[in-house]
């Protein structure tokens, strides 16, 4: 027998011995010694899935409870806000010259006020509490990912990159999206409050809102994936900038020992630059 027919018989009784193929440990697989092994990072170029959103709003312990609830109180304070405003109009409309039912009017137009202030409350601690506990639920999630992936995740991924999604990205979803997010949500109900009143008191606006739709959406398009593509790209550049200082920290006393300080400081100014 020849040395490769020994070799390769040595492999297959092995393997037969063991209940792990040695494919999964790469043994006898071809290796192109000028391929890298790090994956270069890419920026996804499609909108933010709906199931995404869907998952965030039904995190536990109310699920999607939760989720119906906050759209029940965030109509329900709609309705309120401008039911209380119609009422004020109406009220003075038509009880000017009467004192005693004007009077009264004026007490219906104090409880609603009261009752918006309430539902405002009551409809901004659940928004926030249930969209903290998405957060606090993603969170755990990518923790698991992490703590139970394999080896080869860590060394095609660079420590800068998962530091940079760890940290930055969970820093933007527990800190910036609540409250972006709720703006403009309400912004959104008070939008469509004011539409519909409009249309009750002037049926004819319709007419133009008919032609203002298609052009208000075209625009919110437009920007819409705009300002996602900078925030991915954004996102990919930084995670260079996370590598290289944890590369440098480790590699302290190398770079002090070569006196390479200030090619290190010229590379981590380029990697800022390209931000």
Known sequence: KTKNEDIDEKYRK????????????????????????IVNETSQTLNVSCSLWYSLFTAPPLGAFGFYGMIILLVIGEVLYDGTYIWLTHSFQQLQNDQYHRSIGLKIFLILTIATLIVAVVRSSF????????????????????????????????????????????????????????DAIQVLMMTVGSIITIVIINPWMTLLLIFLGPAFCLLYRY???????????????????????????????????????NDMIRSFMSLIDTI
Do not use: C, W
Request: hydrophobic share 40%; glycine share 6%.
């Open 127 to 182: 928004y926030f509490y249930q969209i903290l506990n998405g957060s606090n639920r993603f969170h755990n999630r990518m923790l698991s990912g992490l703590l139970y992936t394999s080896m080869r995740f860590f060394e095609s991924n660079p420590s800068g990159r998962i530091l940079n999604r760890v940290s930055k990205d969970q820093q933007v979803m527990d800190e910036v999206l609540p409250a972006t997010l709720f």
């Open 223 to 261: 920007y819409l994936r705009s300002s996602q593509q900078l925030k991915r790209m954004e996102s990919v550049t930084r995670s260079p900038i996370f590598g290289l200082f944890t590369s440098s920290l480790n590699g302290l006393t190398t770079i002090r020992a070569f006196k390479v300080q």
């Open 14 to 37: 092995v393997e037969e011995d063991t209940p792990i193929s040695l494919a999964m440990l790469d043994v006898g697989q071809p290796f192109n010694a000028t391929e890298s092994i």
